[in-house]
Protein backbone atom coordinates (compact mmCIF):
# COMPACT_ATOMS: atom_id res chain seq x y z
CA UNK A 1 0.00 0.00 0.00
CA UNK A 2 1.47 3.35 -0.95
CA UNK A 3 0.94 5.63 2.20
CA UNK A 4 2.11 8.85 0.87
CA UNK A 5 2.63 11.13 -2.27
CA UNK A 6 6.09 11.39 -1.68
CA UNK A 7 6.39 7.43 -1.80
CA UNK A 8 4.70 7.35 -4.82
CA UNK A 9 6.64 9.49 -6.90
CA UNK A 10 9.97 8.01 -5.04
CA UNK A 11 8.50 4.41 -6.26
CA UNK A 12 7.71 5.99 -9.60
CA UNK A 13 10.99 7.31 -10.74
CA UNK A 14 12.69 4.40 -8.98
CA UNK A 15 15.22 2.41 -11.23
CA UNK A 16 14.77 -0.42 -8.78
CA UNK A 17 12.16 -2.63 -10.58
CA UNK A 18 10.25 -4.02 -7.84
CA UNK A 19 10.01 -0.28 -6.57
CA UNK A 20 9.13 0.87 -10.22
CA UNK A 21 6.56 -2.27 -9.87
CA UNK A 22 5.09 -0.97 -7.07
CA UNK A 23 4.16 2.38 -8.72
CA UNK A 24 1.93 1.18 -11.13
CA UNK A 25 0.47 -2.10 -8.97
CA UNK A 26 0.07 -0.88 -5.42
CA UNK A 27 -3.06 0.82 -4.19
CA UNK A 28 -3.38 4.07 -2.07
CA UNK A 29 -5.96 5.93 -0.29
CA UNK A 30 -7.92 8.56 -2.77
CA UNK A 31 -6.37 11.31 -0.19
CA UNK A 32 -3.22 10.14 -1.36
CA UNK A 33 -4.06 10.07 -5.02
CA UNK A 34 -5.44 13.74 -5.01
CA UNK A 35 -2.35 14.83 -2.87
CA UNK A 36 -0.36 14.01 -5.73
CA UNK A 37 -2.27 15.37 -8.04
CA UNK A 38 -2.39 18.47 -6.23
CA UNK A 39 2.17 18.59 -5.31
CA UNK A 40 3.05 16.95 -8.52
CA UNK A 41 0.80 17.41 -11.39
CA UNK A 42 3.69 16.24 -13.91
CA UNK A 43 2.71 12.80 -12.55
CA UNK A 44 -0.83 12.76 -13.45
CA UNK A 45 -0.45 10.30 -16.06
CA UNK A 46 1.77 7.90 -13.70
CA UNK A 47 -1.71 7.77 -11.32
CA UNK A 48 -3.94 7.31 -14.33
CA UNK A 49 -1.49 4.62 -15.09
CA UNK A 50 -1.97 2.53 -12.01
CA UNK A 51 -3.43 -0.96 -11.86
CA UNK A 52 -5.86 0.26 -8.68
CA UNK A 53 -6.26 3.91 -9.50
CA UNK A 54 -10.42 4.42 -7.74
CA UNK A 55 -12.82 5.24 -10.74
CA UNK A 56 -13.34 8.29 -8.64
CA UNK A 57 -9.57 9.83 -9.22
CA UNK A 58 -10.87 8.50 -13.09
CA UNK A 59 -13.20 10.64 -13.17
CA UNK A 60 -12.12 13.71 -11.72
CA UNK A 61 -9.20 13.63 -13.97
CA UNK A 62 -11.17 13.12 -17.04
CA UNK A 63 -11.23 16.40 -17.36
CA UNK A 64 -7.93 17.28 -16.90
CA UNK A 65 -7.02 19.98 -18.79
CA UNK A 66 -4.29 18.10 -20.31
CA UNK A 67 -4.92 15.88 -23.02
CA UNK A 68 -2.42 13.50 -22.33
CA UNK A 69 -3.91 12.61 -19.13
CA UNK A 70 -7.52 12.26 -20.75
CA UNK A 71 -6.17 10.20 -23.34
CA UNK A 72 -4.28 7.54 -20.81
CA UNK A 73 -7.83 7.15 -18.87
CA UNK A 74 -9.25 6.82 -22.64
CA UNK A 75 -7.38 3.41 -22.74
CA UNK A 76 -8.14 2.20 -19.27
CA UNK A 77 -11.03 -0.76 -19.55
CA UNK A 78 -12.15 0.25 -16.55
CA UNK A 79 -13.69 3.33 -17.33
CA UNK A 80 -17.62 3.70 -16.25
CA UNK A 81 -20.11 4.69 -19.01
CA UNK A 82 -20.18 8.77 -17.46
CA UNK A 83 -16.35 8.72 -18.43
CA UNK A 84 -16.74 7.21 -21.78
CA UNK A 85 -19.78 9.69 -22.66
CA UNK A 86 -17.42 12.76 -21.36
CA UNK A 87 -14.66 11.06 -22.98
CA UNK A 88 -16.63 10.52 -26.61
CA UNK A 89 -17.11 14.34 -27.08
CA UNK A 90 -13.37 15.63 -26.02
CA UNK A 91 -11.63 18.35 -27.99
CA UNK A 92 -9.02 16.36 -29.03
CA UNK A 93 -8.75 13.70 -31.11
CA UNK A 94 -6.35 11.96 -30.10
CA UNK A 95 -8.62 11.32 -26.37
CA UNK A 96 -11.32 10.36 -28.80
CA UNK A 97 -9.02 8.25 -30.83
CA UNK A 98 -7.80 6.55 -28.17
CA UNK A 99 -11.32 5.75 -26.73
CA UNK A 100 -12.15 4.13 -30.34
CA UNK A 101 -8.98 1.74 -29.80
CA UNK A 102 -10.33 1.16 -26.29
CA UNK A 103 -11.54 -2.84 -26.31
CA UNK A 104 -13.91 -2.25 -23.80
CA UNK A 105 -16.36 0.09 -25.39
CA UNK A 106 -20.06 -1.49 -26.43
CA UNK A 107 -21.26 -0.97 -30.18
CA UNK A 108 -23.19 1.17 -28.41
CA UNK A 109 -21.30 3.24 -26.81
CA UNK A 110 -19.00 3.72 -29.96
CA UNK A 111 -21.96 4.27 -32.09
CA UNK A 112 -22.13 7.48 -29.32
CA UNK A 113 -18.90 9.26 -30.58
CA UNK A 114 -18.72 12.42 -31.63
CA UNK A 115 -16.50 11.79 -35.12
CA UNK A 116 -18.13 14.34 -37.43
CA UNK A 117 -15.73 16.94 -37.34
CA UNK A 118 -12.70 14.22 -38.52
CA UNK A 119 -12.59 12.15 -41.15
CA UNK A 120 -10.43 10.30 -39.62
CA UNK A 121 -11.81 9.68 -36.36
CA UNK A 122 -15.23 8.25 -38.90
CA UNK A 123 -12.67 6.09 -40.83
CA UNK A 124 -11.37 4.77 -37.42
CA UNK A 125 -14.98 4.30 -35.87
CA UNK A 126 -15.89 2.72 -38.94
CA UNK A 127 -13.04 -0.37 -38.55
CA UNK A 128 -14.04 -0.86 -35.16
CA UNK A 129 -18.05 -1.07 -36.16
CA UNK A 130 -17.11 -3.89 -39.01
CA UNK A 131 -16.38 -5.80 -36.29
CA UNK A 132 -19.92 -5.87 -35.15
CA UNK A 133 -21.69 -6.64 -38.66
Known amino acids: ?7 FIKLR ?3 VEAEYHR ?10 WVD ?20 AILEMLAEDADPAVRRRIATKRKID ?4 SLLSGDADES ?5 ISNAALTEKQL ?9 WL ?11 K
Open 111 to 119: RAMHVQDSQ
Open 81 to 84: SRIV
Open 23 to 32: AAHDAADISI
Open 36 to 55: VIERYPSFKEWVVHNKTIPL
Open 95 to 99: VRHAL
Open 1 to 7: MIVSAEE
Open 122 to 132: QAELAKRLAAY
Open 13 to 15: VSE
